[in-house]
């Protein structure tokens, strides 16, 4: 649940989500759980994880360094957090927050028919291929 407290002046964040990005070369972003918050948690997940290379449009930036990765619960199919390095992170990362707060499912994302070639597309090549 969340609480809307105001605490001297700043919005208590419990219960909600907070992405955050640092804007490196390349970029690093992440929102919800990893897999030691997860594994602590005793929840069971499936990980979903690609090179940056799978992405097509890093490849047409030439821009393959890194990786997109997602945390999906085991029995529900629910995003549990995401977390990407490489080019375009932080906005692959905010398309994954916003399914994640609407509460669609990884399959959704993985059926979609994304704009071609964008960062976001990768998503589909992420969902489509299991790590674990």
């Known amino acids: 649940m969340v609480?809307?407290?105001i605490l001297g002046g700043n919005r208590v964040t419990t219960g909600r989500q907070v992405p955050f990005c640092l804007f490196?070369?390349?970029e690093f972003a992440r929102v919800g759980m990893s897999e030691k918050d997860a594994k602590n948690k005793?929840?069971?997940y499936r990980l979903f994880k690609v090179p940056m290379g799978a992405?097509?449009?890093a490849r047409s930036l030439m821009e393959t360094r890194g990786f997109v990765k997602c945390l999906v619960e085991r029995d529900s199919d629910s995003i549990l957090g995401f977390a990407a390095l490489g080019v375009g992170a932080?906005?692959?990362m905010a398309c994954?927050?916003?399914a994640m707060l609407g509460g669609i499912p990884y399959t959704s994302l993985r059926e979609a028919i994304l704009a071609h070639p964008t960062i976001p597309e990768g998503l589909i090549s992420l969902?489509?291929?299991?790590?674990?």
């Open 3 to 5: 609480r809307d407290n």
């Open 96 to 98: 994954v927050q916003i």
């Open 127 to 132: 969902f489509s291929t299991a790590a674990s």
């Open 55 to 57: 992405v097509l449009r």
């Open 24 to 26: 490196t070369d390349p």
């Open 90 to 92: 932080g906005e692959i």
């Open 42 to 44: 005793g929840i069971a």
